[in-house]
């Protein structure tokens, strides 16, 4: 089952701190832009006032959307970030992420540009955050049957199949709809993430789970309804579907082999040895033995033991690494160190 936070606005403030409230949070929204130009403004509109920066990327838009906001927007809170090149909906969140922890951003939210997203959910996205029980928080759309009621069917086969196999290849097995776009980071946390070769386009949403998991960053799901209106998607399910499931593979082979072999070596790790050797001699025994009968010679119980036992003992093995990797999910916030090696890092260039 997935691990979800929810918490009001009012609960937020009061454990933190009873006299302080969310406009001293550092919050600020991070809205890549691409063909949004009919609803970018409602965006902006419906940010919250406690909000203190808005970063609008034109990610080389057609439609000239930086352009388009510079001159139609008249929040004093937008900034403006124009990109070169087309770099997906990642390489913009990134060049977000970089300008507004620039401009003093502790915390990061990204918000899609057409409309899709219910700003009124950004106190319970980062709520973890703000009470450092998470590094990273995101919508989950799969917590209730009613959030699905607007979501067309083909999507929710779709996310599912995804969520599972992001599960299998970022190790955050506690964490569901991955491909969430509405999301919130601490600003530490995604300085490491900037640092490394995290997918700029479709990808991206999952692909940061993965470079997340490498770092041992704590990640959270937060219950929010699916929520549709003009908005027109980009994304074509055919062509993903194949790429996708490379990536997937890269990231869990990667992953598996970061995570127990090079930056650790520990029960799941002898686990993976022992039932992946109990298994090839069991499979390889089966195959060598077909390959050298004569006829239809039957294979004597001997024979079939000897094949059968080391498969059966292998995915015992390879059940209990699962088991040990389920449970492996990191679980201590890992930017109040961040935050003091910063400190430390400003004071001696004092």
């Known amino acids: 089952?997935?691990?979800?936070?929810?918490?009001?606005?009012?609960?937020?403030?009061?454990?933190?701190?009873p006299e302080t409230s969310l406009e001293g949070a550092g919050v600020w929204l991070v809205i890549p832009c691409y063909k949004v130009k009919a609803l970018i403004l409602r965006?902006?509109?419906?940010?919250?006032?406690?909000?203190?920066?808005?970063?609008?990327?034109?990610?080389?838009?057609?439609?000239?959307?930086?352009?388009?906001?510079?001159?139609?927007?008249?929040?004093?809170?937008?900034?403006?970030?124009?990109?070169?090149?087309?770099?997906?909906?990642?390489?913009?969140?990134?060049?977000g992420y970089a300008e507004a922890s620039r401009r003093g951003g502790r915390i990061l939210v990204k918000v899609d540009g057409d409309d899709q997203m219910d700003l009124g959910y950004i106190p319970q996205l980062v709520a973890p955050i703000l009470l450092g029980e998470a590094d990273y928080a995101k919508g989950n759309?799969?917590?209730?049957?009613?959030?699905?009621?607007?979501?067309?069917?083909?999507?929710?086969?779709?996310?599912?199949?995804?969520?599972?196999?992001?599960?299998?290849?970022?190790?955050?097995?506690?964490i569901f709809d991955p491909t969430n776009g509405y999301t919130a980071i601490e600003?530490?946390?995604?300085?490491?993430?900037?640092?490394?070769?995290?997918?700029?386009?479709?990808?991206f949403e999952t692909d940061l789970l993965y470079h997340l998991?490498?770092?041992?960053?704590?990640?959270?799901?937060?219950?929010?309804?699916?929520?549709?209106?003009?908005?027109?998607?980009?994304?074509?399910?055919?062509g993903i579907i194949g790429p996708f499931a490379l990536k997937h593979a890269r990231n869990f082979f990667q992953r598996v082999l970061g995570q127990?072999?090079?930056?650790?070596?520990?029960?799941?790790?002898?686990?993976?040895?022992?039932g992946a050797l109990f298994l090839l001699f069991g499979v390889g025994y089966a195959a060598h033995w077909l390959s050298i009968r004569e006829g239809n010679q039957p294979a004597s119980p001997g024979r079939v033991m000897a094949a059968a036992l080391p498969v059966m003992i292998g995915v015992q093995f390879m059940l209990q690494a699962i088991n040990f990797d389920v449970l492996n999910v990191p679980s201590r916030p890992i930017h109040p160190y961040l935050r003091t090696i910063e400190r430390m890092e400003a004071e001696v260039d004092a």
């Open 1 to 17: 089952m997935a691990t979800t936070y929810q918490m009001d606005e009012r609960r937020v403030v009061e454990r933190r701190n």
């Open 260 to 274: 127990y072999f090079v930056r650790d070596f520990n029960v799941a790790t002898v686990e993976l040895i022992f």
């Open 141 to 174: 759309r799969f917590t209730s049957i009613s959030h699905l009621r607007n979501m067309p069917y083909v999507r929710v086969l779709g996310n599912a199949a995804l969520s599972f196999a992001a599960k299998v290849s970022t190790g955050y097995w506690n």
């Open 213 to 238: 998991g490498t770092l041992r960053a704590v990640v959270r799901d937060v219950p929010m309804p699916a929520r549709y209106g003009e908005e027109v998607s980009n994304l074509r399910i055919g």
């Open 187 to 203: 600003a530490s946390v995604a300085k490491q993430v900037m640092q490394k070769r995290v997918s700029r386009r479709f990808f």
């Open 43 to 95: 965006v902006i509109d419906k940010t919250p006032p406690w909000v203190e920066g808005i970063v609008c990327v034109d990610d080389a838009c057609p439609e000239r959307s930086g352009d388009f906001i510079a001159a139609e927007a008249r929040d004093p809170r937008v900034v403006v970030v124009r990109l070169k090149q087309n770099q997906g909906v990642g390489g913009a969140t990134l060049a």
